[in-house]
């Protein structure tokens, strides 16, 4: 039994591990073919590439249109500590869209820092700072933050209030959208003792959904590339790592450094026990790198879709009209394809969390003979 | 390659804001929820039970009912015969006493004929005797009309009378 559910759960974990890269995979073909088209046609092939990339990245600033060549864009505070100048803390209006450098500070245009801030030593090389600016992900993130804790408040307060009427409106779909994480991911996930670690799985759950769904939002509040960033997906999945890993019981410390297999796979050559150790931190990086990968990929897809319209203005008025339909269309059925991914995501890394929370919480198999 | 990266600046606002929406929710949130959501099952549970209860409860108070009802009527009909059967009892006795009453006055009555057909007969023989008496006057007289007769009337007397004497 025990075995056919590691089984099941490597196979699923893989499948989930496939799925996004195929995506990714698709993505980079299709912005491939969006920028070669475009390069035979028009010189605005390289600002759709860096548009997309722009995007996807973090940002000092919440860009939102450009008109006649004016950027309209929300300044966020730069935080940056210098090891020669200390701290120093500034708007990113000061580098005028990365057009200036301010106090030594300037937005680098090269490989390696593209788009980060740096400083120039006397040698002429980049350095990078401590830098721990208000970015536009760092913004959105705080942002959604605030409302996550919000809504859930609310939702807590209306049953510190009274608990025993029965709820309607939003806190009634709150409650059943809540129930439903609790009763079908974390009950059959994590087992016996569920209770423990459901609150941390619920709101894991929750603020990968609020942050998904808002990155689907084009304008102001939304829009930011959150969970599509390797950095908020490293903590989550370093959570998780953190959670399973400090509620291991000792069944599950045995299995990993002293399995249930023949001697010689683990006496001369350790082959089970290190297979066993790659696999406590594959778990976790899986889960990292599909959440990222993900979004990541839906926010290109639909860029590279809204493109199309702007790549084909030079191919004249009907091959553009016709394009512009179908990006439409595209986009649109990509939006609600993003929206289930929204939610699939963030089941699936609740899901495999509170599968990796039970599968470490595992009784001696004696026990389990004797019960 | 700057996507793979995670940048530090980003990972420390996502510690702070992570860490204080765990510790929110974590804290006040989520636990109260669920905790909420549990006590109203809980009541409902036990709103059915005390529902199901009540009802048993009332099967159970229409049943004893019941049984009273019938224990009533049972009980009625014992005390309709055990009244039917102290009626014909006291009838029956009425009847006996009545009887025998009866036969008392009857006996009294008797016991007074008698004693007036006794009393009766003993007038009738004192009549009879004096009857007899003034008869055998008469018959005297008539007989003792002749001194001769007298005279040997008184000696044969004297006689009788001497006999018992000598």
Not at chain 1, 91 to 104: D, L, M, R
Not at chain 2, 48 to 73: D, F
């Amino acid at each position: 039994m025990k075995i056919k559910t590691k089984i099941f759960t490597f196979v699923i974990s893989l499948m989930l591990l496939i799925a996004p890269s195929i995506n990714a995979q698709n993505v980079a073909v299709d912005t491939l073919q969006t920028t070669t088209t475009a390069a035979e046609t028009t010189e605005s092939e390289l600002d759709i590439k860096e548009m997309i990339l722009e995007h996807l990245a973090d940002a000092y600033e919440w860009h939102i249109a450009t008109m006649n060549g004016k950027h309209i864009s929300i300044p966020l505070p730069v935080i940056v500590y210098s090891k020669t100048t200390g701290w120093h803390v500034f708007s990113s209006a000061k580098f005028h869209h990365g057009h200036e450098a301010y106090n030594g500070f300037k937005i680098s245009t090269s490989e390696k820092y593209k788009g980060k801030i740096v400083e120039t030593d006397e040698a002429g090389n980049e350095i990078r700072p401590i830098d721990i600016s208000l970015t536009k992900n760092a913004f959105s993130l705080l942002l959604s933050s605030a409302l996550l804790i919000l809504i859930i408040m609310m939702v807590s307060r209306s049953y510190k209030r009274n608990s025993l009427e029965s709820k309607k409106g939003f806190v009634g779909v709150m409650e059943m959208f809540i129930l439903s994480v609790y009763n079908d991911i974390i009950k059959p996930g994590v087992g016996k003792d569920y209770k423990r670690y459901a609150p941390y799985l619920l709101t894991v759950f929750f603020f990968i959904f609020i942050n998904n769904i808002l990155g689907l939002i084009p304008i102001f509040p939304g829009g930011a590339n959150v969970t599509g960033n390797i950095a908020i997906t490293m903590v989550l999945a370093v959570c998780t790592f953190l959670i399973v890993n400090l509620s291991g019981t000792k069944e599950y410390f045995k299995e990993i450094f002293w399995p249930d297999v023949p001697w010689w796979l683990k006496v001369p050559v350790p082959l089970m026990p290190a297979i066993e150790i790659i696999g406590v931190f594959t778990k976790p990086f899986a889960l990292m790198i599909r959440l990222f990968a993900n979004i990541l990929a839906g926010h290109s897809i639909v860029l590279g879709l809204v493109s199309l319209i702007f790549v084909t203005v030079s191919l004249g008025a009907a091959t553009n009209a016709s394009m512009t339909t179908l990006s439409v269309i595209f986009t649109v059925f990509i939006d609600f394809v993003e929206l289930l991914v929204a939610y699939i995501q963030a089941y699936v890394f609740t899901m495999l969390s509170a599968v990796f929370i039970g599968l470490a919480r595992i009784e001696p198999h004696k026990q389990k003979e004797i019960a | 390659m700057s996507l793979l990266t995670p940048d530090l600046g980003l990972v420390f606002w996502m510690l702070v804001a992570f860490g204080i929406v765990v510790f929110v929710l974590v804290k006040f949130g989520f636990p109260v929820i669920i905790k909420g959501v549990e006590d109203r099952n809980k009541f409902i549970d036990d709103s059915l039970l005390a529902a199901k209860q009540a009802q048993e409860e009332l099967a159970n108070v229409k049943a004893t009912s019941e049984e009273l009802l019938n224990q009533a009527r049972l009980e009625q009909a014992n005390i309709l015969a055990d009244a039917a059967k102290s009626r014909d009892k006291i009838v029956e006795a009425a009847k006996g006493k009545a009887s025998e009453e009866a036969a008392k006055i009857i006996d009294l009555a008797r016991e007074q004929i008698q004693l007036e057909k006794e009393d009766a007969i003993r007038q009738i023989r004192r009549e009879v005797g004096l009857l007899s008496v003034d008869i055998a006057e008469k018959v005297l007289r008539n007989s003792l009309s002749e001194e001769k007769e007298q005279m040997n009337m008184i000696d044969r007397l004297l006689d009788e009378m001497n006999i018992p004497k000598s």
